[in-house]
């Protein structure tokens, strides 16, 4: 008895079971499409606007103007080097036309180096130093600069007595070295462009020896 209500039970789930599946298959098909077209009439999802970068908070701001405060100063660095440096490069470049060959060779040095002098220092007494004032000037303004030793320096005043002479005792190849070392590492003077108390009182010593 009991096997007989066990297979009836058995039958009946099995019944069941195989129902429900029938009737879920044949209605998932309607379901699914009706899914599908309700999927289909959804909006796109709106990410929004990109946000701008107006207004600038005040750290940029702040760093624009350091930044145009760098270009401004670098430029007017680099013009101020370049100005004060002209007068230096056209007398570099005039002592390298310089021939051996040219009559007045030695004093169209001289007078190269002089007019640059006078042009860094614009003291109106320079213009008359010579002679022992003259040849301090140079001294005075050299011993900074190793590179203008005592050989340079005595070309200098090597040329300069050869203005005096019809012998020269320096050669101007010599003399056109001394020269141009000297503009190249005495000129412009570090500084002010002003003479200073040094360019002063040989200005003044350069009066009383006149």
């Not at 044949?26 to 701008?52: Q, R, Y």
Request: aromatic share 10%; hydrophobic share 45%; proline share 5%.
């Amino acid at each position: 008895m009991n096997s007989i209500s066990q297979f009836l039970t058995d039958s009946l789930t099995n019944f069941f079971s195989h129902w429900c599946i029938d009737t879920m298959a044949n209605t998932g098909g309607p379901a699914n499409a009706s899914l599908d077209a309700a999927l289909e009439n959804l909006a796109d999802i709106s990410v929004g606007h990109t946000p701008s970068i107006w207004p600038l908070a005040w750290g940029w701001w702040v760093l624009i103007l350091l930044l145009l405060s760098a270009i401004v100063g670098i430029f007017w660095i680099v013009s101020r080097y370049i100005s004060k440096h002209k007068f230096k490069r056209r007398a570099l470049k005039a002592i390298e036309k310089i021939s051996g060959n040219e009559p007045q060779a030695l004093s169209t040095l001289h007078a190269i180096l002089r007019s640059a002098i006078i042009h860094y220092f614009p003291f109106d007494n320079l213009t008359s130093l010579q002679g022992p004032v003259w040849q301090e000037l140079l001294q005075v303004k050299a011993k900074a600069h190793k590179k203008v030793d005592q050989q340079c320096l005595t070309h200098l005043t090597q040329l300069e007595a050869s203005l005096y002479t019809r012998a020269p005792s320096v050669t101007v190849d010599d003399a056109k070295n001394a020269v141009y070392l000297w503009i190249t590492y005495c000129l412009p003077p570090s500084g002010s462009a002003l003479p200073n108390a040094e360019i002063v009182a040989l200005s003044n010593k350069g009066d009383q020896h006149v």
